[in-house]
């Protein structure tokens, strides 16, 4: 999601993710994935976190939104507070952005070595960003789902920077999830010389182009460079729900001060990041309830708390 947390990542600029040459050996990713991430534009890890912690969230995220897995009554509750970005009610965004186990995902070794096969650098910031609990379109709850870039494609150079989902559920086309546009992606320079000037940079035109349902399962990390154009599939589903984690890299911007602050707040006073992106929980849950979330080293480097050359 497109957030404060997200910007100044013009890391490489003028370099495309998908003209990196590597100059580290592939930890997550084999050959085969490399070539489908730089042609298609996304790429899936699979079992990128295990089982166990797959569960653990799930039971966590049913918790803190007051919902029974077993009473479809409890699942058509609005959103607590409306998002800044109105396209984004009624999408299922759970508002909680730093408890233990959001931050255990991000502190995983295998998730970090696949952004680290993206990026061909170590030297990464983890995003601060939240969970998603969608409930099928019932009981006058409704979401469309839209197609969108989170950066101004307009822009010369293009953006670099990578986008990222875990899924908790293995998901299809009734259920829900990520959808995006790869063939847009693949002939993206060609497809931008051919449209109007005054084109929406955040929202293509998708003729002739098929957008493609992404099916994960339950414990698999699909990562896409941030100029595929994407969106949330609605859940048609009558009575199964979509779970997710947001979590995604970029390269750290450790002399930049204020950010650095910004995203240790958020961590050390269980805050939402600012943004019109994230309205955060009303009822202040993490801060009242559970409280802040312990950093391995590697978590501690993720966020911003101490850097990743030591110094």
């Known amino acids: 999601m497109k957030g404060p947390d997200h910007e100044g990542n013009q890391a490489l600029l003028g370099v495309q993710l998908k003209d990196i040459e590597k100059t580290l050996p592939l930890r997550v990713l084999s050959e085969e994935d490399w070539e489908h991430w730089t042609t298609w534009g996304y790429v899936i890890v699979h079992d990128a976190i ?15 939104q007051d919902m029974d897995p077993n009473d479809l009554s409890t699942w058509s509750a609005t959103d607590r507070r409306a998002h800044g970005m109105a396209e984004l009610n009624n999408s299922g965004m759970v508002e909680v952005y730093n408890h233990q186990l959001l931050w255990d995902t991000r502190q995983s070794r295998r998730v970090y070595d696949a952004y680290v ?30 197609i969108h870039w989170d950066v101004d494609t307009s822009q010369d150079p293009l953006p670099v920077n990578v986008q990222g989902v875990l899924s908790l559920v293995d998901t299809d086309a009734e259920v829900g999830g990520l959808q995006c546009v790869p063939d847009l992606f693949r002939t993206f320079d060609e497809w931008a010389r051919t449209q109007p000037a005054d084109r929406d940079p955040f929202r293509p035109d998708t003729t002739g182009f098929e957008v493609r349902f992404i099916p994960l399962r339950a414990g698999d990390l699909i990562i896409w460079n941030s100029l595929q154009a994407h969106g949330i599939r609605p859940n048609t589903s009558k009575d199964r729900v979509r779970m997710a984690q947001y979590v995604s890299m970029y390269p750290a911007s450790e002399d930049n001060e204020e950010l650095t602050r910004q995203r240790i707040h958020s961590w050390r006073e269980c805050e939402a990041p600012k943004g019109i992106a994230f309205p955060g929980d009303p009822r202040e849950l993490e801060k009242k309830v559970y409280g802040q979330a312990k950093l391995t080293d590697r978590g501690k480097r993720l966020l911003g708390l101490e850097r990743w050359n030591g110094a």
């Not at 295990?50 to 803190?64: G, S, T, Y």
């Open 50 to 64: 295990p089982p166990d912690h797959v569960e653990r969230l799930k039971a966590f995220l049913w918790e803190f």
């Open 117 to 146: 096969d993206i990026w061909d650098r170590e030297d990464l910031w983890v995003t601060i960003d939240r969970a998603n609990l969608n409930t099928p379109n019932r009981d006058g709850r409704k979401f469309g789902g839209f």
